[in-house]
């Protein structure tokens, strides 16, 4: 369940019945509270929840500009994009070039880039053309993890990957400049152009990192970094046709960039041939699964609402003040120590990884991304099921499942269906 975070004071007037929190046409709150006696819009969200836990995306900026502050708080998105987007890519020199990934993932896997990512908040270690000193990065690592890194960046290979990744970063930084200089123009006309300008070279950073040949060239893992810095730049696109108030574009590449995540997930997965890129993989594709997709699900609502909103109160809604709510989010010692933190996610995985296998886990997260395939899955087991007699197994009982139940069922019944295939064979042979 989602729960927006509105700053103390709100937060008060919101329980107290003076302010009302916002929703869409479907009833589902959209991180917006107004006057409930004047209807005037009065705080924007500062922070949601999910099932109780801070909504913390490793790749989306969660979005709740939405007022007279949405210049400020657009450019201060987009730097918050540029700063995932540096740890991201820095750590594909961990990752390296190639089809094979071994333990050096440890370094650089969900918790280590969380961590990574609040120590580049904190200006505590500095990211330069899309890349960290590895010194930096490896400091807490073993000799066995250091020197297969080593010998990763030796390869002309990924130089020359490298030497892509830097351009593309490059352009991304300065179509980041670009905006922040259109955001402060004052005449229409000249702000749209530079806008306009700014996109284009944000397209051409988004074809560097989605460069299929690139893709192809190497593991799944970085495959995953590289898409996963290729949707933080989308998101940039996405804001710029916000800022133009152009909704319906900005809504429908919302919408694709979810598909798009999605598609791009599975056919990550289908890459994963090893326990090491599985061991990768798994909490941190369930991270996007879980904060991601819940991240942009909310800015798509936002920009849904707000397109349907009537011209008077999309005018009020930009003129808003929303200075006096208090906006400014202080960490405190606690939230700071939830993420730096091992992950929910990483837990789940480490409890089922001794109860499942490499295909059975892999399965649950083809799961995560694509409810069909589980569908398909359980029509196999229901029929296999009434082969073997077990009458529990019925679709009513299967969709109250857990997907480790159904991927494992699966498995089970798929292992016990080609051995018996394979007897079958040899007594016709015989």
């Known amino acids: 369940m989602m729960n927006f975070v509105f700053p103390a004071a709100v937060q008060a007037a919101i329980e107290a019945g003076k302010y009302l929190q916002v929703v869409n046409s479907a009833g589902v709150p959209i991180g917006m509270a107004r006057d409930a006696a004047t209807g005037e819009f009065v705080s924007h969200a500062i922070g949601a929840a999910l099932n109780n836990s801070p909504l913390s995306p490793l790749v989306s900026p969660l979005q709740f500009a939405m007022g007279g502050l949405q210049m400020q708080q657009m ?44 120590a580049v908040e904190r200006l505590e270690v500095k990211v330069e053309n899309g890349f960290i000193n590895l010194e930096q990065l490896l400091k807490y690592q073993g000799a066995e ?18 030497l892509i990744l830097v351009r593309a970063y490059g352009l991304f930084t300065q179509a980041i400049q670009r905006m922040r200089s259109a955001l402060q123009l004052q005449d229409i006309n000249r702000r749209n152009a530079e806008i306009d300008a700014a996109r284009g070279m944000l397209f051409e950073a988004l074809a560097d990192y989605r460069n299929p040949q690139l893709l192809e060239e190497t593991c799944a893992a970085g495959q995953l970094r590289r898409l996963e810095c290729s949707w933080a730049i989308e998101q940039s696109i996405i804001g710029t046709y916000q800022v133009q108030n152009e909704f319906g574009a900005a809504g429908d ?3 694709q960039l979810q598909q798009q995540i999605r598609q791009d997930g599975i056919s990550i997965i289908q890459c994963c041939d090893s326990d090491d890129e599985l061991d990768f993989l798994f909490p941190e594709i369930t991270r996007i699964h879980n904060h991601d997709l819940a991240a942009l699900d909310i800015w798509l609502n936002q920009i849904e609402w707000t397109k349907a909103l009537p011209p008077s109160e ?3 809604l930009q003129s808003a003040d929303f200075s006096k709510s208090n906006l400014t989010v202080v960490e405190d010692k606690k939230s700071s120590a939830t993420a730096l933190a091992i992950p929910d996610e990483q837990l789940f995985y480490e409890n089922l990884r001794p109860k499942s296998h490499f295909y059975a886990l892999r399965t649950q997260l083809e799961f995560m991304l694509d409810p069909q395939q589980r569908k398909e899955h359980e029509n196999y087991i229901i029929e296999q099921g009434e082969i073997a007699g077990h009458k529990s197994l019925v679709a009513s009982n299967l969709e109250k ?30």
């Open 75 to 118: 450019h201060m998105g987009f730097q918050v994009v540029q700063g995932s987007l540096g740890v991201l890519q820095a750590t594909t020199a961990v990752i390296g070039v190639g089809t094979f990934a071994g333990v050096a993932l440890s370094a650089v896997n969900l918790h280590q880039t969380l961590k990574l990512k609040k």
């Open 145 to 162: 993890i250091k020197q297969q890194i080593s010998e990763v960046v030796e390869k002309m290979t990924f130089e020359n990957h490298r």
């Open 253 to 255: 590449r919302l919408s």
């Open 314 to 316: 999309l005018k009020q």
């Open 401 to 430: 499942a857990s997907d480790f139940a159904v991927a494992n069922l699966f498995y089970y019944f798929r292992v016990r269906d080609e051995s018996g295939e394979s007897e079958e064979s040899e007594l016709v042979n015989a």
